[in-house]
């Protein structure tokens, strides 16, 4: 029998591991911001620069870098010939596992969507690059072919007046279940937000929409077809295809900025051709802002391709990178901490937001230099890469193969 071998420090991907750290800090900033209360003048400048180059934008490349990271671990187990699925499965499993805590702790539900759609990909990395090509644009589209669906699937079995009865019924019920659940998760006591947030976990696991592709899985199909390219790790070879992929992404987020329609908040009570109309007048769901994550993700490839000492000039990306998952739980905890009513309660300006983040951000650089000096992974990492492998991972570095 095979033994399945742990991967070490040298088999990563330095690029991956610096654009998962630009990642970081973009979501450290749309996070504080969010916090933020309202600005005018220079702040509110700068929370219109949030909203039109940093929202949805880092959260897309984060779950990009997470499918090119799912990637790595399944074509490595098919180059040795490995029986990964019962060790993919632990790591879906363990990933999980600390999706439910940040849910139950902080209220995120990021990384439970991104175990639930690493499942999936299992089955996908055997994919032809055609396919997996057609498959990001059909998962891309899937958020609009569903509501298409299901309204001409209602309409057929209700009638136009039926189905809009059951819509506005759907609609009425789901507000006044957040609205309920909102102000149960502002409470005073800390058991009622508990139980707000597992009914909230509860009440998506409910609805249809949560189950549809059109977003993480679109960024893991991305991220293996991105590996598969070589994209990540023959830039230099890809340069023309990286620019192609840039340019793409601009003109997605501007079409979708500002020539396409915005998204019609009354879009579910439209009907037949009206509504199929206004799903295409707003991209229908291909064509997206978050794109926008193609080109700064290709720009730093490129900076690689043309010079890899950018790889040592942006390390303090590629060392928070390294202990992405540690350096995301300790993120939502200090928003938490810092803006919850249950902690502090603290109320920030934009700008103080601003500051707050690039100095957890510089401090979780720092402080990621001097643990990988000493230790071969994050804890959290460890720790996952542990559950991953049934066994505890060699806990310090080996100063025969760190690179800092």
Request: proline residues 4%; without cysteine.
């Amino acid at each position: 029998m095979l033994r399945m071998q742990e991967p070490g420090p040298g088999d990563r991907i330095d690029v991956v591991d610096v654009l998962r750290g630009i990642a970081l800090l973009g979501m450290f900033l749309v996070h504080f911001n969010d916090a933020s209360s309202a600005g005018s003048g220079i702040a509110g400048e700068y929370q219109r620069i949030v909203a039109l180059l940093f929202e949805q934008r880092f959260a897309t490349i984060f779950a990009i870098l997470f499918g090119v990271g799912f990637a790595i671990q399944l074509r490595r187990a098919d180059a040795h010939g490995e029986s990964f699925l019962p060790r993919y499965l632990r790591r879906i499993f363990g990933l999980a596992a600390f999706g439910l805590i940040a849910q139950v702790a902080f209220g995120r539900t990021t990384l439970i969507y991104l175990a639930v759609w690493g499942l999936p990909l299992f089955v996908a990395r055997k994919w032809s690059t055609p396919i997996l090509i057609g498959a990001v644009v059909l998962s891309a589209a899937s958020g609009e072919i569903y509501p298409l669906a299901r309204t001409t699937y209602g309409v057929a079995t209700w009638g136009e007046q039926g189905f809009r009865a059951r819509q506005e019924a759907r609609v009425a019920q789901n507000h006044d279940f957040i609205r309920a659940n909102n102000a149960a998760r502002h409470a005073k006591e800390y058991s009622t937000v508990l139980v707000a947030r597992l009914r909230h976990l509860w009440w998506l696991q409910t609805r249809p929409l949560n189950f549809l592709p059109a977003d993480v899985f679109t960024m893991f199909l991305l991220g293996v077809l991105g590996l598969r390219l070589g994209l990540f790790e023959r830039p230099d070879e890809h340069r023309r295809l990286i620019a192609a992929l840039m340019i793409i992404g601009v003109l997605s987020w501007a079409l979708s900025a500002w020539v396409l329609a915005p998204p019609n908040t009354k879009i579910g009570s439209l009907i037949g051709l009206d509504l199929v109309v206004a799903r295409l007048r707003s991209g229908f769901g291909v064509v997206s802002r978050r794109w926008l994550a193609l080109a700064y993700i290709g720009g730093v490839l490129l900076l690689v391709a043309h010079n890899p000492l950018w790889l040592r000039r942006l390390a303090a990306f590629a060392w928070t990178g390294r202990m992405a998952l540690t350096n995301y739980f300790v993120q939502i905890a200090v928003l938490y901490l810092t803006f919850s009513r249950h902690a502090l309660g603290l109320s920030v300006t934009p700008l103080v937001g601003m500051g707050a983040a690039l100095v957890l951000f510089l401090a979780q650089a720092e402080l990621g230099r001097w643990w990988l000096t000493r230790f071969r992974y994050g804890p959290l990492e460890w720790i996952w890469r542990s559950i991953t492998y049934a066994r505890w991972a060699q806990w310090r570095a080996d100063p025969a193969v760190h690179r800092p």
